[in-house]
């Protein structure tokens, strides 16, 4: 069965750090580009960040710009969101997706394998 599974959320202070894991089982993730997305309660599911089948491409969007870093350890079958300066605006269910293809892409669409999500709240 193939899966994602997310770790690694929580409650964390405004200006706080997290680092989110996502974990393939079932198939490997060499073979694909990897998203992260969220969606805050009444909200569209949005792209946060992506990283390509080698990690030699990564982009992310501009709310997260300069504070979330993207990487991946083919080895291990994870890839990794490191989140910083965290706001409380970043509060959402965070879930990590599998691309159809080896290049990165904004839509939700292309992308086949999700996670189950995992909570990120923002809070003092």
């Known amino acids: 069965q193939l899966q994602l599974v997310e770790s690694g959320g929580g409650l964390v202070q405004p200006g706080g750090s997290l680092r989110l894991s996502c974990a393939a089982s079932?198939?490997?993730?060499?073979?694909?580009?990897i998203g992260w997305f969220r969606q805050a309660p009444g909200k569209e599911r949005e792209g946060v960040s992506c990283?390509?089948?080698?990690?030699?491409?990564?982009n992310y969007a501009d709310s997260v710009k300069g504070r979330f870093t993207i990487s991946r350890d083919n080895a291990k079958n994870t890839v990794y969101l490191l989140m910083n300066s965290l706001k409380p605006e970043d509060t959402a269910v965070y879930y990590c997706?599998?691309?159809?293809?080896?290049?990165?892409?904004?839509?939700?669409?292309?992308?086949?394998?999700w996670g189950q999500g995992t909570q990120v709240t923002v809070s003092s």
């Open positions: 997706a599998a691309s159809f293809d080896y290049y990165c892409s904004a839509s939700p669409s292309d992308f086949g394998t």
């Open positions: 079932g198939f490997t993730l060499d073979y694909h580009a």
């Open positions: 990283i390509s089948r080698t990690g030699g491409s990564t």
